[in-house]
């Protein structure tokens, strides 16, 4: 069993940044990954960034070179920087964990364990 929580959400304007952390919990070897997804109210959950379990990471495109995933093991602490935010960027974010066996992954279909998410507002 798994548990996530993340914290570091709120309302920001254009233009800023906020960090998001996710204190992760239970067992999660080496065939883990570890993910950020986001949501807004009547549209599917989507992947914004992955880190897999050897440091590898993957972004969606709306994101690349604005958001940096990290993760600090001594502590099991998830981050996500988000620079230079835009008011599309809205939206309630959740950390996941899933079984990727070394690999990332921005699809639904691999996370199994979820938290209960953060919201982000950036206003314009």
């Known amino acids: 069993q798994v548990h996530l929580m993340e914290s570091g959400g709120g309302s920001v304007q254009a233009g800023g940044s906020l960090r998001l952390s996710c204190d992760v919990s239970?067992?999660?070897?080496?065939?883990?990954?570890i993910g950020w997804f986001r949501q807004v109210p009547g549209k599917e959950r989507e992947g914004v960034a992955s880190?897999?379990?050897?440091?590898?990471?993957q972004y969606a495109d709306s994101v690349k070179g604005r958001f940096t995933i990290s993760q600090d093991n001594l502590i099991n602490t998830l981050y996500l920087q988000m620079n230079s935010l835009k008011p599309e960027d809205t939206a309630m974010y959740y950390c996941?964990?899933?079984?990727?066996?070394?690999?990332?992954?921005?699809?639904?279909?691999?996370?199994?364990?979820w938290g209960q998410g953060t919201q982000v507002t950036v206003s314009s």
């Open positions: 996941a964990a899933g079984l990727c066996y070394w690999y990332t992954s921005l699809s639904l279909n691999d996370y199994k364990y």
């Open positions: 880190i897999s379990s050897a440091g590898t990471t």
């Open positions: 239970g067992n999660t070897d080496d065939h883990y990954c």
